[in-house]
């Protein structure tokens, strides 16, 4: 898993426990496409690039007062890659979290990759 995901992450996580409304993160293409992916599915309220110092804006989403992006958990590390295949994939039952899979397709859901019949790496989940 890339390194400046794991820190978009981690920077997602520790602003939300501060209450804080919107954080800056690094610009990679890897880390814009999982933005896209959690805007998608309602975790974070927008993201927007300032090209002055090449960063990219994210506001965090809160419902009754706790933000969405509180319980991010990351499952696979560098050190430590998580692959299921799609027959795991089909086996999984995260209850009401979302499950994000680095796939060839890009950055998927658990049911992107249950739809496209995918296995990849279990990045994290929220």
């Given amino acids: 898993m890339n390194n400046q995901l794991v820190k978009m992450l981690i920077a997602l996580k520790n602003a939300s426990l501060a209450k804080q409304k919107f954080v800056f993160v690094k610009n990679t293409p890897l880390v814009l496409s999982c933005l896209a992916v959690l805007y998608r599915e309602g975790l974070i309220l927008s993201y927007s690039y300032n090209s002055a110092d090449a960063q990219i804006l994210v506001k965090l989403r809160f419902f009754e007062g706790q933000c969405l992006t509180t319980n991010i958990r990351i499952m696979s590390k560098v050190s430590h890659i998580k692959f299921l295949n799609f027959r795991e994939i089909c086996?999984?039952?995260?209850?009401?979290?979302?499950?994000?899979?680095?796939?060839?397709?890009?950055i998927q859901t658990l049911e992107e990759c249950k739809a496209n019949r995918v296995g990849g790496v279990l990045a994290f989940y929220a």
């Avoid at 499950?99 to 890009?106: A, E, H, R, V, Y």
């Fill in 91 to 106: 086996r999984m039952d995260l209850g009401n979290r979302v499950g994000f899979f680095l796939t060839s397709n890009g």
